[in-house]
């Protein structure tokens, strides 16, 4: 192959896909004898798992860094989201849970927080129904359930850290999120056995296996957190 020709073929193959980190938060409701999980499905004109049911979240932004909390972590949440981290830190680590947080309340109105700690002052865009609402971002209370990154091919791929906390903590909901035009169309409220019968992405579903098993032992327990490197059961390890 000439030059030129190596040149025209390296230019015809897709650019690689950059990984951007991301969060999850599945909300749980646990008054009934069966939990259940708050799931959304997406719009249908959206590029990234158009129609699926998911959990709400999104890309990790700047501002996320940046936010001062009611709360923290457990020592061994904060300890495990550091590890297999190019520069890990505790404001990285703290970033990927307040994204969760930010990305609910985008995508569902609902505000995780507390309101006893004062005035929250925004920073960022994101962050406004917080201080309009007068909820206070907590950490508190959020379990790291599992970590994926997106298979290559597909149209964005995400480095995605889910965590998982209970309906209790939301503080605070603004109406009107939800709606025929906006990221999520429905909203609902599913025990995890129901959820698996929805139109779901692959790596929810094995989340969703992941979360009855830690349901089981004991959500808030120090245990090995599964990382999906390649959206199958097969590329999993644990961290």
């Not at 569902?108 to 201080?131: H, I, V």
Request: glycine share 10%; hydrophobic share 40%.
């Amino acid at each position: 192959m000439s030059a030129v020709e190596q040149a025209a073929s390296e230019s015809a193959k897709p650019a690689r896909q950059p990984i951007r980190d991301a969060a999850t938060l599945i909300v749980l409701d646990r008054t009934g004898a069966t939990p259940k999980v708050l799931m959304g499905r997406r719009h249908e004109g959206v590029r990234f798992m158009p129609g699926k049911f998911v959990f709400p979240g999104g890309r990790v932004e700047p501002a996320d860094g940046r936010v001062n909390i009611a709360g923290t972590y457990s020592s061994h949440v904060e300890r495990r989201l550091m590890e297999q981290v190019r520069r890990p830190s505790i404001t990285r680590a703290r970033a990927y849970g307040l994204a969760a947080i930010r990305e609910l309340a985008e995508e569902t109105g609902l505000l995780l927080g507390d309101r006893e700690s004062g005035p929250f002052a925004a920073d960022g865009e994101g962050w406004g129904p917080f201080g309009e609402a007068g909820v206070f971002p907590s950490l508190e209370g959020l379990w790291f359930v599992a970590r994926a990154i997106t298979p290559p091919g597909r149209p964005r791929r995400f480095d995605t850290r889910f965590f998982a906390a209970d309906a209790g903590l939301v503080a605070h909901r603004v109406e009107g999120i939800v709606s025929p035009e906006a990221e999520l169309v429905e909203l609902v409220w599913t025990s995890l056995d129901d959820a698996r019968e929805l139109d779901l992405p692959a790596i929810t579903r094995l989340v969703l296996k992941e979360l009855s098993e830690r349901l089981e032992s004991g959500l808030e327990s120090d245990a090995p957190v599964p990382f999906y490197r390649g959206g199958s059961a097969s590329a999993r390890e644990l961290i």
